[in-house]
């Protein structure tokens, strides 16, 4: 596995470098975001460990760049803490996020659970594609396809919709689905759901307004009911 650190603070690349290398990946480093940019589309990345902080592009603008020519996954770090950092960093379409200072040992942690959500162990049991009605999930490729448009979607995007249209019409509350797609220890809240159901829904409905696929029960959470 590849992985892409970009951070403008030389010291703490080569500790996380010498860290993930001791776990047998290769590593590559970028000290600010235009490099990171042509890193991102130049190499096949396996995921992207990204700073928010950055000179001459900053973290938010290399995600949303990294974003229109790549779903690699993306995991934010930042020396902020409040909440709307957090969300503007998931909005741009980041799939995991963590403050700094941290541990490394969290870092390990938290790449680890994402690349394993890019390739879920249960993947091998289920067939390579599932169908209902014009939805069409695409193990092999994580892509999903509405009749004949082709839509990418994030990691956390794909586990969405992965659940919903393997549970159709069942309804998860917003902490069910924190709990599920996120993990138990995830330091979010539930406005990260709202985000990324918001973006799916941008992606893949005709009306996002008028939601065909993803539907909201009022008080309840969402569920998926094929159009």
């Avoid at 994030?154 to 159709?168: M, P, R």
Wanted: proline fraction near 4%; aromatic fraction near 10%; charge should be negative.
């Amino acid at each position: 596995m590849k992985i892409l650190i970009v951070d403008d603070e030389k010291l703490l690349v080569k500790g996380i470098k010498y860290n993930f290398e001791q776990e047998g990946y290769t590593v590559l480093a970028a000290y600010d975001g235009e490099e990171a940019i042509k890193m991102a589309y130049d190499k096949s990345i396996d995921l992207i460990i990204l700073d928010l902080m950055l000179p001459k592009v900053d973290g938010l603008s290399v995600c949303q760049k990294v974003r229109e020519f790549s779903n690699v996954p993306i995991v934010m770090l930042t020396a902020k803490n409040e909440d709307m950092d957090k969300i503007l960093g998931l909005e741009y379409g980041a799939d995991d996020y963590l403050t700094k200072p941290f541990n490394i040992l969290e870092l390990k942690a938290r790449v680890k659970a994402v690349l394993r959500r890019m390739t879920p162990a249960g993947t091998q049991a289920k067939e390579s594609t599932v169908s209902i009605g014009s939805v069409k999930l695409d193990y092999n490729l994580r892509r999903v396809s509405i009749g004949d448009k082709t839509i990418d979607l994030t990691a956390k995007e794909f586990d969405l919709i992965d659940l919903f249209v393997c549970n159709a019409g069942k309804v998860y509350s917003r902490e069910n689905l924190l709990d599920i797609v996120w993990g138990y220890d995830y330091p979010g809240d539930v406005r990260t759901v709202d985000v990324h159901v918001r973006r799916l829904r941008e992606k893949i409905e005709p009306n996002p307004a008028e939601p065909s696929y993803i539907h909201t029960k009022w008080g309840v959470g969402y569920y998926f009911k094929e159009a």
